[in-house]
């Protein structure tokens, strides 16, 4: 393993102030370790690497990410709430073709039907299927189908409140 690999891990497993974690993403030296860490399977940091790059400029996550098929393709893996959260935040950044947006409200379908998944990621499912939705209007009934009580179970009232929002701004 590479030296600038094992120094950003180190980082990454240590408990900072969010200052000190965002400088790791102006060094240029650690963005594709990042990326790597991101996509890779060790749950307890893959989701603090995903946050980070949620928290850069959409220009740096572009460039970072030049295809979203990975970072969508992310979205299936079995692994912590937060994880799926700011890899949904990360594609909010990055421009999608025809076949990733298929292939991201798929996926967002999917986290928002599953009602063990913690609120904050249901909600930013939804709203990635909405983003769609405006592209594509002929979705937006099949996502009002969702305004159904049994998908709004264990929902906190400010979060049961947003998606609200989101399913007034289809209709």
Known sequence: MNSLHEELLEKLQTRVPKEEYTALCTEDKYLPYLKQICLGDDHQLNWRAAWLISNMPTEDVRLLFPQAQETIDALSKQT??????????????????EDEEGALYDAASKLWENLALAPAVRLHALRAMVRIARLYPELAQEILAYNDEHYLQGISAGIARQVQKEFAGLS
């Open 80 to 97: 912590k709430d937060g994880y799926h959260r700011e890899i949904l935040k990360i594609i909010k950044h990055l421009p999608l073709n």
